[in-house]
């Protein structure tokens, strides 16, 4: 039997209005995907943009132009830069009448669409309950992810998607008597920008008291009380610094300005989110900048690098065949000219990652590999942990590192710190002492005891042993 071309197209037509029914009816019924689909589209697009925040590969493109106005950049970057409000509940003794709240005020700036926001740790403070404002006057609650002393910078998280948000720049390219603009909230004045140029870059102003990371951009851009936290950009709308200081004998801007780098603030920020806390490279040396008689009696042609003064027994930079008077000149191929400069571009680097050092010793000029390691002289990601929890119970805590847990043959977390007369303090805990069960529960991390605590209320028993004396210790506290 012969069918004809019309039954044929009849039935070509018949099969596939057929298969796209089949098709609708199982996608809208069966098995609807368009939700699943638009999830699935905004966590790649939150991979995606992640992937551009943090990585190098885009560098190049982020030198600023010179300016013919600055309304550009303005406009990509007040809708990214927030208020931040942080309050403290100061309880001062026992009563109805005792509690009373301090507070923090400042600036932050929305580094991701899904609402993470890095600001200055001073601006958070100690404080429990974080408000953050946007620029369209939309108010959210803030967690704190982790802070840096060290370093000063914060890392926040908002809930919400498709926020403003600004691209992270490098600071490494930015160059002196380049145009920036300043965005914040001074003095309370929402969404405030000023402009200035970069005025120099590596500076120290020791408000740190020698215990961080000083390598500022110095600007005259004015900045204010309240700028705190907020964004330096330059002339594209990249984010290249964070603002953070003025000097000033009156407590208002006097000419300049200082911002933690971008390329040292990335580094922090990415700490924060995957430990929690900042993982820090160490060498194991002490440093002093070089003067000219320095030089001079080196017989260098230039007043540059920094001078090593002493160096740690078995610390990174002994395990590399550095000895006290070597001058180390480059970093990984680039030239150091002081120690503010060696020390943020050192920060930038975790325990066990390997950095070329190229030093002068005597006549010579030398290179070798350090591979550096954290504050316990070992390579593993190892750090203490402040985490408000932490702080309200009056505690620092820290993983065992490797060393340590192959000793006691067991996981466990070091008690570093105990605060006078605070809730755990009064249970007569030392430091040195090993956690290892909470509530009967084994606990092996810093950040399941964290999340322990976080997540429940009432009576606490912790349990575990101090290296030097037999048996198990318990110790009791409560959490309100």
């Given at each position: 039997m012969v069918l004809n071309i019309k039954t044929v197209l009849w039935m070509c037509a018949l099969c596939l209005t057929s298969a796209f029914a089949s098709v609708y009816i199982y996608a809208s019924w069966v098995n609807p995907v368009k939700k699943i689909y638009i999830e699935e589209s905004i966590k790649a697009?939150?991979?995606?943009?992640?992937?551009?925040?943090?990585?190098?590969?885009?560098?190049?493109?982020?030198?600023?132009?010179?300016?013919?106005?600055?309304?550009?950049?303005?406009?990509?970057?007040?809708?990214?830069?927030?208020?931040?409000?942080?309050?403290?509940?100061?309880?001062?003794?026992?009563?109805?009448?005792?509690?009373?709240?301090?507070?923090?005020?400042?600036?932050?700036?929305?580094?991701?669409?899904?609402?993470?926001?890095?600001?200055?740790?001073?601006v958070v403070g100690s404080g429990s309950d974080i408000d953050v404002i946007l620029n369209?006057?939309?108010?959210?609650?803030?967690?704190?992810?982790?802070?840096?002393?060290?370093?000063?910078?914060?890392?926040?998280?908002?809930?919400?998607?498709?926020?403003?948000?600004?691209?992270?720049?490098?600071?490494?390219?930015?160059?002196?008597g380049e145009w920036v603009i300043a965005v914040g909230n001074p003095f309370k004045l929402q969404s405030t920008v000023t402009a200035g140029i970069v005025s120099a870059k590596g500076r120290n102003i020791n408000i740190l008291e020698n215990r961080g990371i000083e390598s500022f951009i110095q600007t005259d851009a004015a900045v204010n009380p309240g700028n705190s936290g907020g964004a330096l950009v330059n002339t594209n709308g990249f984010l290249i610094g964070i603002n953070t200081a003025i000097i000033s004998s009156t407590g208002g801007y006097e000419g300049f300005s200082?911002?933690?780098?971008?390329?040292?603030?990335?580094?922090?920020?990415?700490?924060?989110?995957?430990?929690?806390?900042?993982?820090?490279?160490?060498?194991?040396?002490?440093?002093?900048?070089?003067?000219?008689?320095?030089?001079?009696?080196?017989?260098?042609?230039?007043?540059?690098?920094?001078?090593?003064?002493?160096?740690?027994?078995?610390?990174?930079?002994?395990?590399?065949?550095?000895?006290?008077?070597?001058?180390?000149?480059?970093?990984?191929?680039?030239?150091?000219?002081?120690?503010?400069?060696f020390m943020e571009r050192l920060a930038q680097f975790r325990p066990g990652d390997k950095v070329s050092i190229t030093y002068k010793r005597g006549s010579l000029v030398k290179t070798t590999n350090v591979t550096l390691k954290n504050q316990l002289n070992s390579t593993d990601l190892v750090a203490v942990?402040?985490?408000?929890?932490?702080?309200?119970?009056?505690?620092?805590?820290?993983?065992?590192?490797?060393?340590?847990?192959?000793?006691?043959?067991?996981?466990?977390?070091?008690?570093?710190?105990?605060?006078k007369g605070s809730i755990v303090g009064n249970t007569n805990i030392e430091p040195g002492f090993i956690i290892t069960k909470?509530?009967?529960?084994?606990?092996?991390?810093?950040?399941?005891?964290?999340?322990?605590?976080?997540?429940?209320?009432?009576?606490?028993?912790?349990?575990?042993?101090?290296?030097?004396?037999?048996?198990?210790?318990?110790?009791?506290?409560?959490?309100?």
């Open positions: 697009k939150q991979a995606m943009e992640q992937e551009l925040l943090f990585s190098d590969r885009f560098n190049s493109v982020f030198r600023a132009a010179v300016p013919n106005n600055f309304t550009s950049a303005a406009s990509i970057s007040v809708p990214a830069v927030v208020h931040i409000k942080s309050y403290e509940n100061t309880k001062t003794g026992s009563g109805m009448f005792t509690e009373s709240f301090t507070s923090n005020s400042g600036s932050g700036v929305i580094i991701s669409s899904d609402g993470y926001i890095v600001t200055n740790n001073h369209d006057n939309k108010e959210y609650k803030a967690k704190l992810i982790g802070g840096d002393p060290y370093t000063d910078l914060a890392l926040l998280k908002i809930e919400g998607n498709n926020l403003p948000f600004l691209m992270l720049g490098n600071s490494d390219s930015l160059q002196v200082f911002a933690i780098p971008i390329n040292l603030a990335k580094k922090i920020i990415t700490d924060i989110k995957e430990f929690g806390v900042v993982q820090r490279g160490w060498m194991g040396v002490e440093l002093q900048n070089m003067d000219n008689s320095m030089a001079n009696q080196m017989n260098m042609k230039s007043v540059t690098g920094v001078y090593i003064t002493s160096v740690v027994k078995n610390g990174a930079a002994s395990d590399g065949g550095l000895i006290n008077g070597d001058v180390i000149l480059q970093l990984n191929g680039e030239e150091i000219a002081n120690v503010p400069q942990r402040r985490d408000p929890i932490l702080r309200k119970l009056g505690l620092e805590i820290r993983d065992l590192d490797s060393f340590e847990k192959t000793k006691y043959k067991i996981d466990g977390i070091m008690v570093i710190s105990i605060e909470v509530n009967e529960q084994n606990i092996k991390t810093s950040k399941e005891l964290i999340n322990y605590f976080e997540q429940n209320k009432g009576k606490v028993v912790i349990e575990g042993f101090y290296e030097n004396y037999p048996g198990v210790y318990p110790y009791t506290f409560e959490i309100k």
